[in-house]
Structures are given as structure tokens and as C-alpha cells.
């Protein structure tokens, strides 16, 4: 991996810094690649960008628009690569806001991809390229959390919607107490009184679902490649739509990463 991205480093970045106007010599820029590709071995993340490399290569070979972003842009080894289309050199960037031995991070590379069935293609892609086990989409764990609890907690206790829409809308309220804030107080301001059994019994079971599991959902782009068996290391579950561009999950399995959204 070392010598192999080596190789497609020095070819990328002899192209790039052609020594054109405004755009540094491969000369002056080839410390900086240098240094760069020192802590990429040192840390042991050649494969990482390798494996980005591939896809963008997938991409330009199939006439896919992608294209790297974020602190990525700040790295030369990137922008020899064809991951990023920015010059950190000749705009003086910081690789180390990317990539730093010191901060203890590990390396983020974005990337962007059109929507739809080009999107669909590059995930297919990723998925034979490194099996039904090496390459997964990552799930996320929808929780019950503000309005959706309290308008599923009301369902349940049966209020009516003028009754559900002033629960929900305490929701923001919630969030955020301030030292004079109370319970009593927010529901007497939307016209509620907790001397009510059913609406007491709301704020209970309101409380109560916070942070429960709702449903499993998709990331929106976010994949999972494991050197391996990837059930070894995380469960899987089946795409319940195989081959659908709309749920992008193809031939692929969930990865449940157990992260939380409202």
C-alpha cells in the first residue's frame, strides 16, 4: 500500500503543479507532499486513501461528478490524488487542521456525489468491489425525542388535534429550563392543567420515551468498509429495498452505528 500510493501520489502531483502561472513547481511542492505522506505511513492510513482514491477513480471513469471537501482540501497528497480540487500549496493552507499526529484524530475525507441513480451507481460499486460482508450503509437509531414524542404520546392518550398541537408546541420549551422555568408553569401558559389525570400522565410517559429506539433509518451517505467480515465487528440487518435508488441500499446490508437523531 505504502509504494502503490507513492506511485499515484508522485503522478498525481507532477500533473498538478505543473509549475504553470499562479500554480507552484512540482519542486517546491514535493516537501510538502513529502511530509505529508510521512505522517500518512506513520499513522498507518495508506489504505484510507487508497480506498477514496478508488472510488473517485470509479467516478471520473463513469463521468460521475464527485468531489472531495472540507478540511480535505487542505492536503496536498489529496489534490494530487483527485480527491480535492483545491491547491492547499499555492493557497497556503494548514494541513494540519486535516490531518495532525498531535491532535489524535483521525483524517475526514467528504465525499460529494450527485443525487439519484449516479449516487446509486457509486454505491453499487463500493458494494462489489468489497463484498456483501466488506462494505455496508450505516444505520441510524431514530429516538423519540421532542415534538415526535409528544405528539405520539397524545395519539395514544387519545387528545384531540387542537389539544396535540399545544402539547407539541411546548416541545421547544422543554429543551431548555431557565432557573425560574417549571412544569406548572409552561402548561398553565398553553391553558393545561396537570390536576388533569390524562394530561399528568402525558408528561410522565413524554418523559419516559425520550431517547427510545422509534425505527431504523439510513444514513444519508455515510458507508461502512471493513477489512473482513464486517458482521464480525457490528449486526447487520437486510435492505428491506433491494436495488432502490430511493433508499440507495442496493444488494448491501444495514450497519447499525446506534447514533441518535430527533
Same mark, same amino acid.
Given at each position: 500500500?505504502?509504494?502503490?500510493?507513492?506511485?499515484?501520489? =508522485?503522478?498525481?502531483?507532477?500533473?498538478?503543479?505543473?509549475?504553470?502561472?499562479?500554480?507552484?513547481?512540482?519542486?517546491?511542492?514535493?516537501?510538502?507532499?513529502?511530509?505529508?505522506?510521512?505522517?500518512?505511513?506513520?499513522?498507518?492510513?495508506?489504505?484510507?486513501?487508497?480506498?477514496?482514491?478508488?472510488?473517485?477513480?470509479?467516478?471520473?471513469?463513469?463521468?460521475?461528478?464527485?468531489?472531495?471537501?472540507?478540511?480535505?482540501?487542505?492536503?496536498?497528497?489529496?489534490?494530487?490524488?483527485?480527491?480535492?480540487?483545491?491547491?492547499?500549496?499555492?493557497?497556503?493552507?494548514?494541513? =494540519?487542521?486535516?490531518?495532525?499526529?498531535?491532535?489524535?484524530?483521525?483524517?475526514?475525507?467528504?465525499?460529494?456525489?450527485?443525487?439519484?441513480?449516479?449516487?446509486?451507481?457509486?454505491?453499487?460499486?463500493?458494494?462489489?468491489?468489497?463484498?456483501?460482508?466488506?462494505?455496508?450503509?450505516?444505520?441510524?437509531?431514530?429516538?423519540?425525542?421532542?415534538?415526535?414524542?409528544?405528539?405520539?404520546?397524545?395519539?395514544?392518550?387519545?387528545?384531540?388535534?387542537?389539544?396535540?398541537?399545544?402539547?407539541?408546541?411546548?416541545?421547544?420549551?422543554?429543551?431548555?429550563?431557565?432557573?425560574?422555568?417549571?412544569?406548572?408553569?409552561?402548561?398553565?401558559?398553553?391553558?393545561?392543567?396537570?390536576?388533569?389525570?390524562?394530561?399528568?400522565?402525558?408528561?410522565?410517559?413524554?418523559?419516559?420515551?425520550?431517547?427510545?429506539?422509534?425505527?431504523?433509518?439510513?444514513?444519508?451517505?455515510?458507508?461502512?468498509?471493513?477489512?473482513?467480515?464486517?458482521?464480525?465487528?457490528?449486526?447487520?440487518?437486510?435492505?428491506?429495498?433491494?436495488?432502490?435508488?430511493?433508499?440507495?441500499?442496493?444488494?448491501?446490508?444495514?450497519?447499525?452505528?446506534?447514533?441518535?437523531?430527533?
Amino acid at each position: 500500500m505504502t509504494s502503490f500510493l507513492r506511485r499515484r501520489t =508522485e503522478e498525481g502531483a507532477r500533473l498538478r503543479y505543473t509549475g504553470e502561472r499562479g500554480s507552484p513547481s512540482y519542486e517546491k511542492a514535493r516537501p510538502q507532499v513529502e511530509r505529508e505522506l510521512a505522517l500518512i505511513e506513520k499513522l498507518k492510513l495508506e489504505g484510507y486513501f487508497l480506498i477514496v482514491w478508488d472510488i473517485v477513480q470509479f467516478c471520473r471513469r463513469e463521468g460521475i461528478l464527485i468531489q472531495g471537501r472540507g478540511s480535505a482540501a487542505n492536503s496536498a497528497v489529496c489534490y494530487s490524488l483527485g480527491i480535492t480540487a483545491v491547491d492547499p500549496i499555492g493557497m497556503e493552507l494548514l494541513f =494540519e487542521r486535516f490531518l495532525s499526529e498531535e491532535r489524535g484524530e483521525w483524517p475526514d475525507i467528504d465525499l460529494d456525489l450527485p443525487s439519484g441513480d449516479q449516487r446509486e451507481k457509486t454505491i453499487q460499486y463500493v458494494y462489489e468491489r468489497y463484498g456483501k460482508l466488506g462494505a455496508a450503509m450505516t444505520a441510524n437509531v431514530i429516538t423519540y425525542r421532542g415534538r415526535s414524542a409528544a405528539r405520539e404520546v397524545g395519539k395514544v392518550l387519545d387528545f384531540d388535534d387542537d389539544t396535540l398541537s399545544r402539547l407539541s408546541g411546548l416541545v421547544h420549551k422543554w429543551e431548555w429550563k431557565d432557573p425560574k422555568d417549571s412544569t406548572e408553569r409552561q402548561f398553565r401558559d398553553a391553558g393545561l392543567d396537570l390536576r388533569n389525570p390524562r394530561i399528568k400522565k402525558f408528561f410522565q410517559l413524554y418523559q419516559m420515551v425520550q431517547d427510545l429506539p422509534r425505527h431504523l433509518g439510513q444514513h444519508s451517505g455515510g458507508m461502512v468498509i471493513c477489512q473482513g467480515q464486517l458482521d464480525s465487528v457490528v449486526p447487520l440487518e437486510p435492505a428491506s429495498m433491494p436495488r432502490s435508488s430511493s433508499c440507495a441500499m442496493g444488494q448491501g446490508r444495514l450497519c447499525r452505528s446506534w447514533s441518535h437523531q430527533s
